[in-house]
Antibody, heavy 120, light 108 residues
């Protein structure tokens, strides 16, 4: 089963850019078998899908964040990344990366999550 | 955007009893409906997909049912490890993917 691991700074200043990377193992991003998603969860709240990327770089974003988000893929490093610009305290959350088979399939593999706090 | 509404917000159940969780979609999602379990401090884990298919390794006490806009997750006999938060999610081709707000299953 594909395994995922998030990494990146745990503290980001307001107005700056949040950057996270998800390292993929037990599968090649280049295989084309999966969509690679980011999801976030503020403390004590529910899950919010941020967006996804495919092997060829094609992306889909949640309209609620689309103006501030970029998700990209690096096949040479077998990882994909999230950038969220102009962050505020409302962006403080646990950020998860996840994988879903291409087509209409759920997110079957998840990373353990990375807590990102936005604070000066 | 398809809005997913779960009920109840909290369900108090004794160990060994049955738990029934509901999820309603604002539009028809066909069979593209999944349930996830999230224990404290852990990532969500896929339980059910395609409305009623258990994911790999999920015990038979978990079952899903429903169609179009109304869905149910049933836990037939609650074990201690089942006390957690459960989320439904639609993964239709109509993006964005959306989750319900969650149902917390707690020990009565």
């Amino acid at each position: 089963q594909v395994q995922l691991q998030e990494s990146g700074p745990g503290l980001v200043k307001p107005s700056q850019t949040l950057s996270l990377t998800c390292n993929v193992s037990n599968d090649s991003i280049s295989s084309g078998d999966f969509y690679w998603s980011w999801i976030r969860q503020p403390a004590g709240k529910g899950l919010d899908w941020i967006g996804r990327v495919y092997t060829d770089g094609t992306t889909n974003y949640n309209p609620s964040l689309k103006s501030r988000v970029t998700i990209s893929v690096d096949t040479s490093k077998n990882q994909f990344s999230l950038e969220l610009r102009s962050v505020t305290a409302a962006d403080t959350a646990v950020y998860y990366c996840a994988a879903s088979l291409v087509g209409a399939h759920p997110m079957s593999s998840w990373g353990q999550g990375a807590l990102v706090t936005v604070s000066s | 955007e398809i809005v997913m509404t779960q009920s109840p917000a909290t369900l108090s159940v004794s160990p060994g009893e049955r738990a029934t969780l509901s999820c309603r979609a604002s539009q028809i999602v066909s069979s593209n409906l999944a349930w996830y379990q999230q224990r404290p401090g852990q990532a969500p884990r896929l339980l059910i997909y395609g409305v009623s298919t258990r994911a790999t390794g999920i015990p038979a006490r978990f079952s899903g049912s429903g169609s179009e806009t109304e869905f149910t997750l049933t836990i037939s006999s609650l074990q201690s490890e089942d006390f957690a938060v459960y989320y439904c999610q639609q993964y239709n081709n109509w993006l964005p993917w959306t989750f319900g707000q969650g149902t917390r299953v707690e020990i009565k």
